[in-house]
């Protein structure tokens, strides 16, 4: 068994495969039987529960509350907003009969045909529309503004090739849906929540991110400005990690939603949305992880620290476990998540390999020996590295470390995705370093044609105009040669 | 506005009326634009995310871990358990396509006929059908036992007369599924739920509730015995808060999950369900409001105190303001919710009135006067009483006062139960006391054709058999006249 789980495919040989077992092995979720939807099982669950909460109260924090729409949209809401409709009303799970009955071959139940919707209903993929339809009877005048809210739901885009966490049918997001009086307030949300979710994904997930503007083709279906944040796969790949959307007057004026000013002028509201969901376990996984299994960032790891007695008879591992024990109490009053594995029906290299692959931080094993010498032995799961430390003090040591590994992993990360992100200054390069896993900063004329040519040839898309460093500089597009005053970042995506 | 606030029916006059008007006069709730479902609006779903919590907290404490399940079960699923289809898979939401297109004409979208699913998938009503069929592929021996999940979740039950918190099309709850290698266990762990649920809802909501056994015409679909908690809503109707379900080995055989057991012999494996939903928001509501607006007890209020200043100029607002500054940050300190609202667009009066109408168990007004005699004006909302105090040494009796707030609420309410609940001997007795609200005890001939009966004739039904005090005692059965040997809880009910 454990053999079975270190036999996971290494990721030179093959990537997506590696991912695929991955999520499985490390017992995060699995395949559900619906198609394209996932169980989310428990131990991948208890990492989302960490990022939920912390990016929960960060939007507190930020004056938001939280609020709960329904699942169920009317067809027809779809249809308001002319471009997001072209951009959502698609793939969509459809609700057309509320009701079924027995059948009278005794067979099962079959739909009840008298129990058809006047109208169908849609799962909804996003909410604009019916939160627009609702924030039309909240909002008469300025005094009613802002409205800062978020709900925490599942949403479903028919998806025709799922892939664990990446793209499911059925995902858990949050989405906020703010409304402002003035341009100017909106275009700022958009632009805090792009930042709260850079903040989140370095500080917490320690993935780097590349802060940016979507071009107009990447866009949002219905908004005026996409703002996103994109992180690296270790294949290279782009992986957007969340967006907030300015979304102008467009969804106020499909549904009607206007205030009266201070200077008792009647204006449309002034919109953004924005959302991250179950894709970030994805970015999570990519980011660190090795061919051992999962590396998980302390601030996200359920258990931070596992502690494995080594023991022959019972009376040995009662003379660990009053050690232990005091140990994991005080680490537990520093906040610090322990596992104290004792279990008997599992020999310690099996436990060694199961809390490796799930990625653990620390892991401390002791035996008699250690008891003796006062010493345990400590493996990083970061740098796989073992050494022998005292017992002695490790309540102290402990908080330290995990800092220390935190930051580790974030820049490790960094450094290995600064090291692969390239200028190009021809089309022949461009395609070199795209094919070989770069993040690509190149000039491009600014047109959606040449965009979808590049795009059609080599799979590479603009991932964003960058904010945090400066790209501007004249130059000539890599593809058409037409003059260019900034790069912008390309690269294969997920 | 305020007046507006406050014109809210009386109890006494038409207490569903109060009741749906509340709701969304506290800002709780509202209807959603599609049929049967709600918005729940920030303030209402301030109240749910500390119910959340804090059972959260509790089903972690007593072994339980969360995940997460598909919100889409295929059709067959739901004729596999005999019982359970009779129960549940009638009134549903039945998703029969998978993608829209636009209409030829240009007037909006359409479902495409050519994307029509194969079978049928179900917006999960419950999710014992997902989840067994899940649990198939992770349990193998008893060493993956006792399994103890919950999920956190939306499901859709479409409802013919749908009232907001109490019957909704779509509702949120959350969901235990447990498995278990013997049927002790089993059973031993529905019976932990059910009293987990009955000391939040005594000890956090403030409502009294009778925990007892459904007979068998009111067990859950599939189950072997049901366990309740019954609250009593001020019109003297029952309202079931919270089942838990021993569901023998009925869903293991219908998805065929076995496990081999500590002899090396193969054996269905025994389960559990548990759920509260939503509707908790209904029972609190229901519990303790009054003509006045919400009551809420302290340890589920969003906000405890909120402060009110009095003033004309905004010298005299800073001067309270510093004063209550720091009152603010010290109840803050011992973890109190505050809000200092010093907003100057609305007058004290309109406040005053939203405060109560929305349940703030205690409200602080403070004017210059005050200010110079250092007091300041106390009012508990569950008891209107007003009085001034001094305001020095507040920070030490608001929590004190808080505790006694949530102990007066809840023996309020029990008090007023206990008042209510009446042993009958005759059916004429029974259909009298039925008819003016109370809760009755009488012996039952213990078949489902005299349950039956009463029902039909009185609208009452055996809301449990009771299991905090002792019901024991021979009689005769107050429909039929046959042997009994003990009383049942009859009630009407939400």
């Not at 698609?90 to 509320?98: I, R």
């Not at 503004?145 to 499911?168: H, K, S, Y």
């Not at 998980?296 to 019972?314: D, F, N, R, S």
């Not at 690509?440 to 795009?455: F, N, S």
Request: charged content about 30%; overall charge negative; hydrophobic content about 40%.
């Amino acid at each position: 068994m454990a053999k079975e789980l270190k036999d996971l495919t290494k990721r030179s040989e093959n990537y997506s495969q590696w991912y695929n077992e991955l999520v499985v092995k490390a017992d995060l979720a699995e395949q559900a039987p619906v198609r394209g939807c996932m169980v989310i099982k428990p131990y991948g669950y208890a990492i989302w529960e960490k990022i939920q909460r912390t990016l929960d109260d960060k939007f507190k924090e930020t004056g938001h509350v939280n609020a709960y729409f329904p699942l169920l949209i009317p067809k027809s809401y779809l249809s308001r907003e002319a471009e997001h409709v072209e951009g959502f009303a698609k793939e969509c799970a459809v609700v057309t009969h509320y009701r079924l009955k027995n059948a009278e071959d005794g067979s099962g139940v079959i739909v009840d045909p008298a129990a058809k919707l006047e109208e169908e209903l849609i799962v909804r993929p996003t909410s604009e529309t019916i939160i627009w339809a609702t924030y039309k009877n909240w909002i008469k005048s300025y005094r009613d503004l802002p409205i800062l809210c978020n709900q925490w739901a599942n949403v479903m885009r028919w998806e025709m090739r799922p892939r664990l966490f990446l793209r499911t049918a059925e995902f858990l997001w949050q989405e906020g849906h703010t409304a402002h009086a003035t341009r100017e307030e909106a275009e700022q949300e958009a632009r805090r929540m792009q930042t709260v979710y850079r903040d989140f994904v370095e500080g917490y997930m320690a993935v780097p991110v590349v802060r940016g503007v979507k071009s107009e083709t990447e866009r949002f279906a219905g908004a005026l400005d996409t703002y996103t944040i994109e992180s690296m796969t270790q294949d290279g790949k782009a992986l957007q990690c969340g967006t907030s959307h300015f979304l102008g007057q467009n969804f106020a004026k499909a549904f009607d939603v206007q205030f009266v000013d201070k200077d008792n002028k009647l204006d449309y509201v002034w919109a953004t949305s924005w959302g991250v969901s179950t894709r970030l376990m994805g970015a999570l996984i990519m980011a660190h992880s090795d061919d051992n299994g999962l590396v998980l960032p302390p601030k996200l790891a359920p258990i931070q620290v596992v502690i494995v007695p080594i023991y022959k008879t019972a009376e040995d591992l009662e003379k660990i476990s009053a050690k232990v024990n005091v140990l994991v109490d005080a680490l537990r009053a520093k906040g610090i998540s322990v596992k104290y594995d004792d279990a008997d029906n599992k020999r310690p290299g099996f436990k060694f390999a199961d809390y490796e692959v799930k990625g653990v931080p620390v892991r401390l094993a002791l035996g008699m020996r250690d008891l003796e010498a006062g010493t345990v032995e400590l493996m990083r799961r970061d740098t796989l590295e073992k050494e022998t430390v005292q017992f002695e003090g490790l309540e102290n040591t402990i908080p330290a470390l995990l800092d220390d590994i935190q930051k580790a992993i974030f820049e490790k990360a960094k450094a290995w995705r600064d090291s692969r992100m390239v200028k190009v200054d021809s089309y022949d390069d461009f395609k070199a370093q795209i094919e070989a896993g770069n993040f690509v900063l190149a000039h491009w004329d600014g047109t959606p044609e040449t965009e979808a040519k590049i795009k059609e040839e080599t799979k590479a898309t603009i991932r964003c105009i960058p904010m945090d460093f400066d790209t501007t500089e004249e130059g000539k597009c890599v593809y058409t040669g037409q003059p260019s005053h900034r790069r912008v970042l390309f690269a294969r995506s997920y």
